[in-house]
């Protein structure tokens, strides 16, 4: 549920004409609407009620302070996978005590920072990480809170550019070495074992493949009991999938149910990292059409935002949703929707059936909240697009457009060239 919609034919994120936002900042924009981030995040934290749960949100999928600060007055943590991310979750004021560090390649000085701040806990996702942690943690005289990343090598049956949870992939320790690593951990004194961490994927549109990787977990707690070692947190990770065109993803309710069947005697916390399912489809990215082309073969309407801005349909075939910003005809065509960048693999759709479009006409790619913004780049030169967040019958520009003095900014020619 997301709440743009359509009244009288033209396009509205919440009570605002997108064409009014647009004759105000420009095309191309990102446009998040903050009754459907507010709503996403309570129906999910809601599903959860009645068990002892903490919702770190993951912040790579949406990093923009403004959705950061929504999200954390609604309670969220944060689920970061970097120095960078750490300085936004802090900055807009998300307690330390509600963030967990994943990522296969924290470096020493993310990991001092992390825990100078006092974070949860660390995701740890290698035998190396756990030494480095241990040391830092030594020198800052304190203990590090850790939760072993395991892989429970599960298939989430989605695009394998974002499965993390099988054998194959770069992430986490195999059950057998996470057992061999909680067993170091628990020798080191500078280290505290407060949990146990998994991710198996992102967009996944079942819940067997979570409920799967929920019971490997147990078994593998079971184990660890054995060894006399308890942890307070579970950490299942992100995951839940989106409706982007034909999917049919299960509802947060579905979802948090089988997990709290699975999870049975339990007693400590599930910390859950959602990303993609708060800010998906509080999100668009509004685009302007500059020509339509008739190629040899094909028909290309030539829009303002290219895969710089938006790198999904070039990156994964990802499918979002395009319409006209105000709906004029009942004709269509069939076009690809492609962008300005001198690469092929620019496109926003392909063998598209669209109503029929004029050059000037603004088209809205739906769903496009998560791993849009902040998966763009200046390639090509191309200044990054502004945020703009709606809030009933108001907006906000929450990043402006880059200026070309931003481009350079850093750059220098050095004296040799002078
Ligand atoms: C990307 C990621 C998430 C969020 O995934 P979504 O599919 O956006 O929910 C959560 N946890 C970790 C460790 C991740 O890498």
Redesign the pocket.
Known sequence: MHHFTFRDGELYAEDVSVKAIAQAVGTPFYLYSASTLQRHIRVFDQSFSGLDHLVCY?V??NSNLAVLRLLAQEGAGA?I?SGGELFRALKVGIPPQKIVF??VGKTREEIARALKAGILMF?VESLGELRVIAEEARQQGQKAPIAIRVNPDVDPQTHPY?S?GLKKNKFGLSVEKAYEAYLQARQDPYLEIVGIDC?I???LTQVEPFVEALQRIKLFLQRLEQAEIKVRYLDL?????IVYGQEDPPPPKEYAEALKRTLEDFTGTLIL?????IVGNAGILVTKVLYVKEGAEKRFVIVDAGMNDLIRPALYGAYHEIVPVRSTTDQTEVVDVVGPICETGDFLARDRELPKVNPGDLLAVMSAG??GFVMSSNYNSRLRVPEVLVYKNKFYVVRQRERLEDLVAGEEIPDFLR
Do not use: F
């Open positions: 993951s790579k999928a689920d996978v994943s990522g995701n974002i993390t991710h994927g992102s967009q990770g992100g995951g839940l999938g990292e959602p990303g993609r399912v998560a791993y």
